[in-house]
């Protein structure tokens, strides 16, 4: 009998899918806890696990005698380890296209929010005697503004569609696009990113955590005084340490961040104590609709691709596909 083991709470629609998979013969272990010893407690009898944020290494992996495919609630996997995953043959899917008009509507909101005070305002409000913060001008308009995308994928296209309806000049750094052919549309490639970072007023991230973050002091010093920023892919693509430094000087004006360096944070980093920073908990592609759709996608890649059925573009490592 197949047994599917979920790890993290689902959408109430993914919930009613699991019994219906359940009526229909599917052993179903469900976990609403996010931990990697809650997942590791139960993962030994399992033949697909659905998993959320949590991490997935290689210790929980070798517990599992039976797994055949991890079914990723979303589509970033920097937290699992593949290598570990191909060495036992077990097959890596994500969801695909469900979640990106999510993040860039919560980008756009970054940008607007940082730019509009909108943190500063409601405490001027609700702070007796601070009514008068409004004479400050602080406030920018990011009409005909320049807004630079790091990584122009589906997220990217998004945003940059959302920005256009501001009136936002919009270009985009994303090297593999460059060489792999640029898609068609009104905004075009820079060159370099530090091309890209003197040129834009606002900056938002749409790449994956690689080996060190892509902006760094370095990369700080080469943006014009004054850029805002959002930062909604993952924590690490972005220094903290600079950042903070950055903010404090004045060369980054505000900041919008969705991800961390460690998440959740333990409040020693020196963002939370700036007021130019507005932060929320990983939340960008965590909206209603968009967890039904997630929850429906990931249960779905796990039973389709053990029935052999999955479609190869929502594997990761597609010579496991078959396994």
């Known amino acids: 009998m197949t047994r599917l083991l979920v790890a993290g709470q689902l959408h109430p629609a993914g919930e009613a899918l699991l019994r219906e998979v359940a009526a229909q013969g599917v052993t179903v272990d469900y976990i609403t806890e996010v931990s990697e010893a809650s997942c590791a407690a139960r993962i030994a009898?399992?033949?697909?696990?659905?998993?959320?944020?949590?991490?997935?290494?290689a210790g929980t992996i070798a517990r599992a005698r039976r797994l055949r495919v991890v079914s990723r609630h979303g589509v970033g996997y920097d937290s699992v380890d593949l290598e570990a995953l191909n060495r036992r043959g077990i097959?890596?899917?994500?969801?695909?296209?469900?979640?990106?008009?999510?993040?860039?509507?919560?980008?756009?909101?970054?940008?607007?929010?940082v730019a509009k005070q909108a943190r500063a305002a409601d405490l001027a409000v609700r702070t007796s005697g601070q009514w008068n913060w409004r004479n400050r001008l602080l406030q920018r308009e990011v009409s005909g503004k320049r807004l630079l995308i790091l990584g122009y994928g589906r997220i990217?296209?998004?945003?940059?569609?959302?920005?256009?309806?501001?009136?936002?000049?919009?270009?985009?750094?994303?090297?593999?696009?460059?060489?792999?052919?640029?898609?068609e549309g009104p905004v075009r490639p820079v060159t370099t990113l530090a091309e890209g970072l003197?040129?834009?007023?606002?900056?938002?991230?749409?790449?994956?955590?690689?080996?060190?973050?892509?902006?760094?002091?370095?990369?700080?010093?080469?943006?014009?005084?004054?850029?805002?920023?959002?930062?909604?892919?993952?924590?690490?693509?972005?220094?903290?340490?600079?950042?903070?430094?950055?903010l404090r000087t004045g060369q980054v004006a505000a900041a919008g961040l969705d991800v961390f360096d460690?998440?959740?944070?333990?409040?020693?980093?020196?963002?939370?104590d700036l007021?130019?920073?507005?932060?929320?908990?990983?939340?960008?592609?965590?909206?209603?609709?968009?967890g039904e759709?997630?929850?429906?996608?990931?249960?779905?890649?796990?039973?389709?691709?053990?029935?052999?059925?999955?479609?190869?573009?929502?594997?990761?490592?597609?010579?496991r596909a078959t396994a």
């Open 293 to 319: 759709r997630m929850a429906l996608a990931a249960i779905a890649n796990a039973l389709d691709f053990l029935a052999g059925t999955i479609d190869p573009g929502l594997v990761v490592n597609p010579a």
């Open 91 to 113: 097959g890596l899917t994500i969801v695909g296209d469900v979640n990106s008009v999510s993040v860039a509507e919560h980008a756009m909101m970054q940008l607007l929010a």
């Open 198 to 246: 003197g040129w834009a007023d606002c900056l938002s991230v749409h790449v994956p955590r690689a080996a060190r973050p892509l902006l760094d002091a370095e990369a700080f010093a080469a943006m014009k005084p004054g850029m805002i920023l959002s930062n909604t892919a993952r924590g690490g693509v972005v220094c903290e340490a600079a950042l903070a430094q950055a």
């Open 45 to 57: 009898e399992a033949d697909a696990l659905v998993i959320r944020t949590q991490p997935l290494g």
């Open 156 to 183: 990217g296209r998004h945003l940059a569609r959302m920005a256009a309806g501001f009136d936002m000049e919009v270009r985009a750094f994303d090297p593999f696009l460059q060489g792999a052919g640029w898609p």
């Open 275 to 290: 007021p130019n920073v507005l932060l929320s908990p990983h939340i960008a592609g965590l909206t209603n609709e968009c």
């Open 262 to 272: 460690a998440e959740p944070p333990d409040g020693t980093s020196p963002l939370f």
